[in-house]
């Protein structure tokens, strides 16, 4: 079986790291009110935004990285998305970029988090780190008065028992509580989704590698991506290659997930990788850079490859979170010094990790939100990824503030997309976006990458007329799903822990579940509806 350009099943059913490149929120949000409500002790500015599938947390950190260039103001952060296991992904790159100076390098600090965000298969002396650091976590979860101490810029209360039960078993399963290698063989399952993706084509992926590349991601503005790395990470996962590549043989944990699988009548809970095996992690970090010279070309090639970019501008955002969340790890670098010594008093001073809160929702909340007062009109900026398109609702616009701001993901780094499909994606998130009350912002330069509204005076409504949904973004779940004895099962007591095991669970037409009504656009690597989608999927025998 040959997959065709177009199916969209290479981007998998959970994302792991983002299709665009980081956004400080700041700069996407209305500028300060100076009547605003304000925090009531320091009387500091407050900016609450809202971030659906924002799944790596790397607007996050950019934000908190350039902090220092706006006036002050605490951030409070609420994270929604489909599975725990990003939920868990999150706290884990935070509590790294937040790890103090004194007991991890900057270098060491920026190669383990390239390496966990964006590697299959890790060093061991990474894989030591997760499994320590997911042990902590594991021990902090079900402790609330404990992890307020150790870690005050999280705050799971929102999240249902049920939730931070599931998120546990996340942290444990990370910190090797079951059989070694075998608990998650990724290589093995890496090359059966790409024999499963490929189909026929899979003896010729060097050459497949090639098109997708210099055909697509190239002519879409990711021309700093070099060949080797592209066709390294489509062949074995491994993104970014610090060290000689006999070093990476450690299963990357943080890349594992679950589904409920149907299988000869009973469904069985299965445990594999079902992230992107298309584009890669090269965009969020890798193609766009403020130090100019590092994409400039010779010869009509660029200089840098997307690896080299993005170890420059983690290394750059982990020492600006280190001057401002750290001032005593900077007190020795006399650049950091000058720019402490040029800047305001408050802009210099050390806010703290108590100037942010990251807040996590209830995987299923987005269409419930504004029944709560507290969210109703409270997020100055709310930001969709192109995976939680579909979310986009009149009941979600009700939570952002009037004159609030939205931002969403377009999708013109999805190489299974065609130019036609993305131009129609696009139309179809301005649609969606009238209809929950938003506008086209006004003087705004055009983005192929992001769209920009806010908060018009109408409350929206139903739409007058809608873009037809493309065959593509509503393929089966199927064509995605390799056999289920290339599969590793969990053990025994194990669920997913982004949908509970139901005996109730309808057994639908897949095809009639998966495609979606017209007025909800569901992107190739969103879970609309989790629960339905893994009880009625059926793998290929």
């Given at each position: 079986m040959t997959t065709p350009a177009g199916t969209g099943t290479g981007f998998g059913s959970v994302s792991w790291w983002g299709l665009s490149p980081a956004l400080d929120l700041q700069a996407e949000s209305p500028p300060v009110d100076p009547d605003s409500k304000a925090d009531t002790e320091n009387r500091i500015p407050e900016l609450d935004v809202l971030l659906l599938g924002s799944v790596d947390g790397r607007h996050l950190l950019q934000t908190l990285a350039g902090a220092a260039l706006w006036p002050r103001r605490r951030f409070n952060f609420y994270v929604l998305e489909n599975n725990l296991e990003a939920v868990a992904r999150h706290m884990l790159i935070f509590s790294l970029a937040l790890e103090e100076p004194e007991k991890m390098g900057l270098q060491e600090k920026t190669e383990t988090f390239m390496e966990v965000w964006g590697n299959a298969l890790l060093r061991p002396t990474v894989a030591a780190f997760v499994r320590a650091q997911a042990d902590l976590l594991a021990h902090l979860v079900p402790e609330p008065d404990l992890m307020a101490q150790q870690l005050p810029w999280l705050n799971l209360s929102t999240l249902?028992?049920?939730?931070?039960?599931?998120?546990?078993?996340?942290?444990?399963?990370?910190?090797?509580?079951?059989?070694?290698?075998?608990?998650?063989?990724?290589?093995?399952?890496?090359?059966?989704?790409?024999?499963?993706?490929?189909?026929?084509?899979?003896?010729?992926?060097?050459?497949?590698?090639?098109?997708?590349?210099?055909?697509?991601?190239?002519?879409?503005?990711?021309?700093?991506?070099?060949?080797?790395?592209?066709?390294?990470?489509?062949?074995?996962?491994?993104?970014?290659?610090?060290?000689?590549?006999?070093?990476?043989?450690?299963?990357?944990?943080?890349?594992?997930?679950?589904?409920?699988?149907?299988?000869?009548?009973?469904?069985?809970?299965?445990?594999?990788?079902?992230?992107?095996?298309?584009?890669?992690?090269?965009?969020?970090?890798?193609?766009?850079?403020?130090?100019?010279?590092?994409?400039?070309?010779?010869?009509?090639?660029?200089?840098?490859?997307?690896?080299?970019?993005?170890?420059?501008?983690?290394?750059?955002?982990?020492?600006?979170?280190?001057?401002?969340?750290?001032?005593?790890?900077?007190?020795?670098?006399?650049e950091q010094e000058q720019q402490r010594m040029s800047g305001s008093a408050e802009q210099t001073s050390a806010p703290g990790r108590e100037s942010f809160t990251l807040h996590f929702l209830p995987l299923d909340s987005a269409q419930t939100l504004h029944h709560r007062n507290c969210y109703k009109g409270r997020f100055q900026l709310l930001y969709v990824a192109c995976g939680m398109v579909h979310l986009l609702s009149p009941e979600l616009g009700a939570c952002v503030a009037p004159g609030g701001n939205l931002t969403v993901e377009l999708a013109p780094y999805l190489v299974d997309l065609r130019p036609d499909q993305l131009q129609q994606f696009s139309t179809r998130v301005g649609e969606l976006a009238q209809a929950a009350g938003f506008a086209p912002q006004a003087g705004t330069k055009s983005s192929e990458t992001f769209a920009r509204f806010c908060k018009s005076g109408s409350a929206g409504g139903a739409l007058e007329s809608e873009t037809p949904l493309p065959e593509v973004l509503a393929s089966p779940l199927e064509a995605m799903s390799p056999p289920l004895g290339d599969l590793t099962p969990p053990l025994e007591g194990w669920a997913p822990s982004s949908v509970p095991l139901q005996s109730s669970e309808s057994q639908g037409s897949l095809r009639e579940v998966l495609a979606p009504p017209r007025e909800v656009l569901v992107m190739p690597n969103s879970e609309s509806d989790s629960k339905t989608w893994e009880s009625n999927l059926t793998p290929r025998e």
């Open positions: 249902k028992f049920r939730e931070r039960d599931a998120l546990e078993a996340v942290f444990r399963f990370w910190a090797g509580g079951e059989r070694g290698r075998e608990a998650f063989p990724v290589s093995r399952l890496w090359d059966s989704r790409l024999r499963h993706y490929l189909g026929s084509r899979y003896d010729a992926r060097r050459g497949v590698s090639d098109w997708d590349l210099r055909m697509k991601l190239h002519d879409r503005g990711a021309q700093v991506i070099h060949i080797h790395e592209f066709r390294r990470w489509r062949d074995t996962g491994v993104a970014f290659e610090l060290r000689d590549s006999s070093a990476y043989h450690v299963p990357n944990r943080t890349l594992a997930s679950g589904r409920l699988l149907s299988h000869r009548g009973e469904r069985v809970a299965a445990r594999g990788y079902w992230g992107d095996i298309a584009t890669g992690p090269f965009v969020a970090f890798g193609i766009e850079t403020h130090d100019k010279s590092l994409l400039r070309t010779s010869n009509g090639q660029p200089v840098k490859t997307a690896g080299e970019i993005t170890q420059y501008n983690v290394t750059e955002l982990f020492r600006e979170l280190a001057a401002r969340w750290h001032p005593r790890a900077t007190q020795g670098d006399p």
